[in-house]
């Protein structure tokens, strides 16, 4: 059985957060994710308001990337952030979207070497030493944290897109995470990849694996997918568009979904075209890149990427009664599991 959370992003005010994760811990939900993306809100004022707010679910970052938050500062804000917290933090790094950085003058250069730095640095000042590292994008020299953060074990996750980051979130990670718009197909493979990066090392493969996906749920199957339609096909869009920078972007999306690319590049051309997402974004779309629908079909989604190997199924709630669609939800498919800290699902 996976483990249920909840996505929280940087467009959302504190207060809508704080919303959503009181109302996660009570239908159940183990944990709220916070994705914070290049000049929308910080995430770190809403994180500290729902530790605040709630009492045991898991709070997580997916994800701080290095280039805009040195390691270092991870480390200082993650072990503030966990003292808060009772020990229910966890964080995700991932190397960000290089043409968002470089407008702010970031040079993008060995992503994946950034990463290795940035695992190294943060692990080890999560543990307590005084860390010494000559990275190839990231140092420090003799950097000891001056307060002792609660757990020397720190969990860190790693988001990954690329073969050769799946491959390295295997070797440095705690856990993988994968990102919206990545259909069964992609998570199978992604998890494999991981594995053999882990085999290399010599180590355990990393036992958790978080998906991403948005999702619409109601009683009212057809309205719930109607819905989703609208929410989905403008991220189609852009992630189609983001693929004519990043090849693996657009390879993630595409290559293990069973839809060929010139399906997609049929949709995104009848979107511009100004149809309605109601009559062009198919079911095959809905099944492959969505939580959407009634229970029967929110059960399905999530079993799909539960066969690929996935181990927490992290939604967000994307209709226009989030916390509504959250308590179906527990409803549909929370309910009969453990509840946190004595929560009910409702």
């Known amino acids: 059985m996976p483990r249920y959370g909840i996505r929280l992003h940087s467009l959302m005010t504190p207060q809508a957060c704080v919303e959503q994760a009181v109302a996660a811990e009570k239908a159940g939900f183990d944990s709220i994710w916070f994705a914070e993306n290049p000049y929308q809100r910080g995430v770190l004022p ?57 407008k702010a003058g970031f040079t993008y250069d060995r992503p994946l070497a950034a990463m290795r730095d940035a695992v190294h640095i943060v692990r080890g000042l999560m543990r307590g030493d005084a860390v010494s590292h000559d990275g190839r994008v990231f140092s420090a020299r003799d950097i000891r944290l001056e307060f002792t953060p609660p757990r020397p074990d720190y969990p860190i996750y790693m988001a990954a897109m690329g073969d050769r980051a799946l491959g390295l979130s295997g070797e440095i990670a705690d856990g993988l995470m994968i990102s919206n718009m990545c259909p069964p197909g992609y998570s199978l493979r992604a998890v494999g990849l991981m594995r053999e990066g882990a085999q290399r090392a010599g180590r355990p493969q990393p036992a958790n694996v978080v ?59 009848a979107l511009g075209a100004g149809a309605a ?61 453990p509840a946190v800290d004595g929560a009910q699902a409702g």
């Open 46 to 102: 809403a994180v500290a308001a729902c530790i605040v707010a709630t009492r045991a679910i898991t709070v997580g970052i997916g994800v701080f990337n290095p280039f805009n938050r040195h390691p270092t500062l991870m480390a200082m804000e993650m072990g503030a952030l966990d003292e808060l917290a009772g020990g229910r933090t966890v964080l995700g790094i991932g190397a960000g979207v290089a043409r968002q950085l470089r």
């Open 277 to 337: 997402p109601g009559e062009v974004v198919e079911d095959r779309f809905l099944d492959r890149y969505a939580v959407a629908g009634d229970g029967g079909d929110c059960r399905a989604a999530i079993a799909r990427y539960v066969a690929a190997g996935v181990s927490e199924m992290v939604v967000t709630f994307v209709g226009p009664d989030p916390v509504g669609d959250m308590g179906y939800f527990a409803r549909a498919v929370l309910a009969g599991r």
């Open 211 to 269: 998906q991403y996906a948005p999702c619409v749920a109601g009683a009212d199957r057809g309205e719930a997918r109607q819905i989703a339609r609208q929410r989905l096909a403008p991220m189609i869009v852009s992630m189609w568009k983001a693929g004519e920078q990043s090849p693996f972007v657009r390879r993630s999306m595409v290559a293990e979904s069973g839809i060929a690319e010139a399906g997609f590049a049929t949709l995104v051309g």
